[in-house]
């Protein structure tokens, strides 16, 4: 993998949906020797432009990987110190139970359950953090109402090139559209927004502003999405470590039949293995580009993880790289 340390340092960082500037800090920094114009938004989406030659069949492309992490935000401080939360994104309380969780301003906490972890239901709210604090009074010399938290999650290796951290989603796609950019000389045909959105986690709620500004003629949401190679909850095709996902359909969007015919051309030019990626829960930010405007053509670039939307998330590196590759391709691709 041509910059692993790179990924491993994306998935480190503090960027709970809301509050990604952490992350964004970073693909600023990496990004800025590769791109003709940054910009960040009202909403903190970072749009990064990479311009190409003039051309009377150029296309506006833009692609979208969120930036933002599932989390949990401070809602009451209780009399004996220990912290309620609510939700930022969608959170198994089964994986989070017992677990530490690190606040954006470096203090950490175990979290419990007021009650047997079986009657929680998946409900938060009967979550609590424990940060060690002696009352209510000195838990708020560290935390307040609204502080936000996230998972704990250390970036390791396992077998058969697989890697296992917190905040797989979406450092992936960010990651990918890093390498995509940096492999984009500016010769392509089209001219390529790579942007980095917030808050995919609450709703997509920052893809569509993004692409109300950028219009693009074409938008590709990068993600990752749920293998079920596994046992697990889940029904479907996606298995890890057998290529990039190349997206048809999920409940938010359907994707255009030409966007989906151009990536498999892609994957089959560039000898990349991929899969055919149906699901039938969750979503992405091709919604909101589907929907913005008077509407946009879409697809979605993605990785198959297994035990996503936790602090240990795995992933195969072969998989990342080759969706890296097909995000080059695409926007290379003469329409």
């Known amino acids: 993998m041509r910059n692993e340390a790179l990924l491993e340092e994306l998935t480190q960082v503090f960027g709970v949906a809301g509050f990604e500037g952490e992350v964004r800090e970073i693909i600023r920094r990496e990004a800025g020797p590769y791109a003709d114009e940054i910009r960040e938004d009202a909403m903190g989406n970072l749009i990064v432009l990479k311009k190409g030659k003039d051309s009377p069949r150029k296309k506006r492309i833009m692609f979208a990987a969120h930036m933002d992490e599932i989390g949990f935000m401070v809602k009451k401080i209780l009399p004996d110190g220990t912290l309620l939360l609510c939700n930022l994104g969608w959170n198994w309380t089964g994986s989070v139970y017992n677990s530490r969780v690190r606040f954006r301003n470096g203090t950490v906490g175990v979290v419990g359950c007021r009650g047997p972890i079986e009657e929680a239901k998946n409900q938060v709210g009967k979550l609590f953090v424990d940060i060690g604090a002696k009352d209510a ?80 003629d074409f938008g590709v949401a990068v993600d990752i999405t749920p293998a079920h ?60 580009m589907n929907l913005s405007h008077y509407g ?21 590196l072969q998989d990342i790289e080759a969706g890296a590759k097909l995000c080059a391709a695409f926007a290379a691709w003469e329409f």
């Open 137 to 216: 009074a000195d838990a708020e010399k560290y935390v307040r109402i609204g502080e936000p938290c996230g998972y704990m999650g250390p970036y390791v290796h396992l077998q058969n090139d697989l890697v296992c951290a917190k905040s797989l989603d979406n450092r992936i796609g960010c990651y990918q559209l890093l390498e995509a950019l940096r492999d984009n000389d500016g010769s392509g045909p089209n001219d390529v927004y790579y942007v980095f959105t917030v808050q995919e986690e609450l709703g997509c709620r920052g893809a569509r502003p993004a692409a109300e500004a950028i219009r693009p």
């Open 229 to 288: 190679d596994y046992p697990c909850d889940l029904e479907g095709s996606n298995e890890v470590g057998k290529g990039v996902e190349i997206k048809v359909c999920d409940p938010s969007v359907v994707c255009d039949e030409q966007v989906v015919r151009v990536m498999e051309e892609c994957c089959k030019r560039e000898q990349l293995p991929y899969q055919l990626e149906v699901i039938d829960q969750g979503g992405t930010d091709a919604s909101s």
């Open 296 to 316: 946009v053509r879409v697809g979605g670039i993605a990785v198959a993880t297994r035990y996503p939307h936790c602090q240990s998330c795995v992933a195969s």
